[in-house]
C-alpha cells in the first residue's frame, strides 16, 4: 500500500542553465533553514518516519542491549603538560568524556574539565583543546548543537578557573601557544554568523595572535588574504618555539604552501601582518612540519613520493633544498612524531591497517618495529622533549588497550598500560578477515569481513555493508559498540571496504577515485555488494548499505545506478546536490574531490551521478532511511531534504517507503551525545531488523 507522504510545494520555476542544459530546482526553497516552510518540512518528515519507527519490533530490545554494553569505562591515553598528567574517561553513558589531571600516573585523578555541565543535555562539546608550553593555561574550543563553530575559552591550571578571555567566529582552527605562555595563534571568519545554522560561504579567514588578558578586538592580524578567499593559514609554533610555521590550504586537495617566520630574529614579539619566508610557495604538493634542530626541518611530504615519505630542509640554505631522509616505501607513510630528543615514531598504513616503528631522526633508518595486533592506533602521545610515550591500538573485535613506552639503553618493549574493561559479550566468539575483489575494470579492491566465528557462509545471512570513498581518507578497522548488536543478535555480516578516492594505498589510490574517476568509486562499491552476493554470503534481499557525508553520497548515487542491488539503503548526512555543495559553508573545499559545475567538463561528468538529479523515474527503489541534522553547517540539511522530497514526488506510489530522520540540535556527527548517538544507532538498526524481518537472537 502506498505511503502517504507530506505534501512538499514544489517551484518549476527555479530553473539554471548550465553550459546550455537547463536543470530544475523545485525544492531550492528547503535550502532556507531558518523558514516557516523548511520547519514544517521537518516537522512533518519527521512525523511519518516516527510512526514507521515507532512500529519497528525490536527498537526497544536494541536501544536497551546498546546502552547496556555501552556502560563501561572508556579512556584516553596519558599526556603530560606542565608538572601534570591528563587523560581522558568515559565512565560509560555519559555524554561527554571529561580530561582528569594527575600529579603521578598512580595518584588519585581528579576532575579538571567536564563537557557535560557545558549544559544540560549534552549537546555542547569540547571541539579541540590545547595546554600552553608550560602547562599553566588550556585554550578550549567549545561548539554547541553539533555546529563546526565555536568558541575558544581559556583555563588558568592554577587556580583551576575560566579567565575571561572568549573568542568567537571561530570554525577551522589552529590553537597554538607562544612558548612564553602569553598568547596563542588561532583563526577566525570576521563577521559571519555562527549559530549553527548559517549556510553562507566561509571565506577569507584570518590568522590571529591572542594575547591573555586582552579582549578579541585587540588580537593582532597575523596573516590575511584578501585576494584568495578559500586560503586558510593554520600556525604551529616550532618544538624549540623559535619558529612560527603556516601552511596554507585552499581546498581538502593535499597540497599547501609552507611559510615559516623566524620567531627569535623578532625576539619573540608578534606584530601585525607577519613577514613570512616562503619555504613552498606552490600547491604542488603537501608539507607537514614534523621537528626541527635549529634551521634544519624535518617535514612529510607527498613530492615525488604517491605514499609519503620525510625530507630535510635547511632554512639557512638558501636554495632550500629538499633532503630525503626516510624514503617512499611500499606502505602510506601516515604520521610521523619527534620523541626522546632525537626519535621519530612512524605510523605505516599496511594493506588498511596500522603499524609502528622507530627511527633514527638524524640517519633516518629504522631501529625499532613494534608487534602491533591487526588493527588501528587510535591515540597516541608523544612529545620531543619527553622519554616516554603512550598509544592505544584498537580493532573491529577489540576496544582498544594502552600501551606505555619508555626510552632506555636497550629499547625494550612496550608494556600493557592499561586494559579495556569492556564487559557484557565475549568478544572471542568474533572474527576479522580481510578479502580481495575485482572492480568492474579489474582493481583488486579490499575488503574487512566481520562475523561470528560460527556463522557460515550462506545466502540467508543479513550484511552490513559500508563505505566511504574520497577525501584521502582511510577505512581501518575500529570497534564499534552499537556493531555488536549486528553481530550478535542478528548473525549479520559487516563488511566494510576500501574503496578508491581513500588513503588506503597513497595518491594514486586517493586519485583514482576523485573528479574524472569518481565513478570508479560507485563501482567499487557495487563490485562489492555482487562479490557477496555471487559468493554465497548474503542475498539482494539482505544487503544493507550504509555510508556518511562523502559517504552518504556514495550510497545515494549506487541506489540510483542499482536500485535492485540492495533491500535497505541508510544515508547519513549525505552531499546529494553535486550542482550547489559549493555555494554553502565550507562547500567550496570539496571542489577538489568532485569538480565544479562551473567547468563544462566537471558538470557534465558531475550530472552523471548527482544522486538529486539521477533518481530513475518508475524504477523499483528498495528501503531508504537518510538521517541528518537541522544544525549540520558542513553538508547543510538542505542536501537530503531535497533528494528525499523528489524521491518521494517521483516515486511515491511505492510500497517502500523512503523516509529522513532529521535529528535536531545535532550536526555533522562531531561532539554528538552519546544518548543521541545511542538513539540514533537503535532507530537505524531497528529499521533494519524491521524490513529485513530479521529475528533476535540472545
Partial sequence: MPINYPRVRRDETIVENFHGVEIKDPYRWLEDPDSDETKKFVDDQNKLTNEFLDKCKYRTNIKNRITELWNYPRYG????????????????????????????????????????????????????????????????IVCEKGSDWGKIKFKSVNTNQDLPDVLENIKFSCLSWTHDNKGIFYNAFPNLKSDGTAIEKNEYQQLFYHKIGTKQSEDIVCARFPDEPNWMGHAEVSDCGNFIIMSISKSCDPVNQLWIYDLAQANHQVSQDLNFKKIVSNFDSKYEYITNEGTMFTLKTNSNALRYKLVNVDLADSELKFKELIPETKDVLQDAYCVNENILIINYLHHCKDELSLYDLKT????????????????????????????????????????????????????????????????????????????????????????????????????YLYGYGGFNISLTPTFSVARLIWLQHFDGIYACVNLRGGGEYGEEWYNAGRLMKKQNVFDDFISAAEYLISNGYTNREKVVINGGSNGGLLVTACVNQRPDLYKVVIGDVAVCDMLRFHKFTIGSYWVSDFGCCENEADFKNMIKYSPLHTIQKGKQYPHILLTTADHDDRVVPSHSYKYIAELQHL????????????????????????SKVIDEFADKYGYIAQVLKLEWHD
Fill in 77 to 140: 591515553v596519558p599526556f603530560r603538560k606542565g608538572k601534570y598528567f591528563y587523560f581522558f574517561k568515559n565512565s560509560g553513558l555519559q555524554n561527554q568524556s571529561v580530561l582528569y589531571q594527575q600529579d603521578t600516573l598512580d595518584s588519585e585523578p581528579r576532575e579538571f574539565l567536564d563537557p557535560n555541565k557545558f549544559s544540560q543535555d549534552g549537546t555542547t562539546s569540547l571541539q579541540q583543546y590545547r595546554f600552553s608550553e608550560d602547562g599553566s593555561y588550556l585554550a578550549y
Fill in 364 to 463: 633516518g633508518k629504522e631501529i625499532k618495529k613494534f608487534k602491533t595486533e591487526i588493527g588501528s592506533l587510535i591515540e597516541l602521545s608523544a612529545k620531543k622533549h619527553q622519554d616516554f610515550f603512550f598509544y592505544k591500538f584498537s580493532s573491529f573485535t577489540s576496544p582498544g588497550d594502552i600501551y606505555e613506552f619508555r626510552f632506555s639503553e636497550n629499547l625494550g618493549e612496550p608494556t600493557l598500560f592499561r586494559q579495556s574493561e569492556f564487559k557484557g559479550l565475549d568478544l572471542s566468539q568474533f572474527k576479522s578477515e580481510q578479502i580481495f575483489f575485482e572492480s568492474k575494470d579489474g582493481t583488486k579492491i579490499p575488503m574487512f569481513l566481520v562475523c561470528k566465528k560460527n556463522l557460515e557462509r550462506n545466502p540467508q545471512n543479513p550484511v
Fill in 651 to 674: 516515486n511515491g506510489e511505492q510500497e517502500n517507503p523512503f523516509l529522513i530522520r532529521i535529528e535536531t540540535k545535532a550536526g555533522h556527527g562531531a561532539g554528538k551525545p552519546t
